[in-house]
């Protein structure tokens, strides 16, 4: 298959960018990230930096659209990795939400704590006795 990829023509910079970073994936043996059967588009741009938005017919130059469909075919001709490493796909945001609830808890505390003293600074300055 990398062969048949690196025969394609790429004339356009897109083109040109998308073919070097699919072979550089490819020659490593990176698995290629699937959704529904079909190659997640979203993560190709974001890996290979370019706009998601060339990706849709008629928007992008057409050797880009021919290296996507390559490619497309490529992945759905491959049998999916059942690596005992791999990560659930929520356990990244599981772990931001654990990791936003310890802040939000830490601010709560913080903000507990200025009140304290302001109370505390409130009673001094008033002449007041200062009762526990």
């Not at 062969?3 to 790429?10: G, P, Q, Y």
């Not at 699937?34 to 997640?40: D, K, V």
């Not at 992945?75 to 059942?82: D, F, H, L, V």
Request: charged residues 25%.
């Amino acid at each position: 298959m990398l062969a048949n990829f690196s025969a394609l023509t790429a004339q356009s910079d897109d083109a040109v960018k998308l073919k070097k970073w699919a072979i550089s994936v490819l020659s490593e043996g990176h698995p290629l990230a699937m959704r529904a059967g079909n190659l997640q588009l979203s993560w190709v741009a974001s890996e290979s930096g370019i706009d998601r938005q060339k990706f849709y017919p008629g928007r992008g130059p057409k050797d880009l659209h021919d290296l996507i469909a390559a490619l497309s075919e490529y992945a759905k001709s491959c049998p999916p990795s059942s690596t005992g490493s791999s990560r659930k796909p929520g356990n990244d945001v599981s772990a931001l939400r654990a990791a936003l609830k310890a802040q939000h808890l830490k601010s709560r505390e913080l903000r507990a704590e200025v009140n304290r003293l302001k109370l505390m600074h409130d009673l001094i300055h008033s002449g007041k006795p200062m009762v526990y």
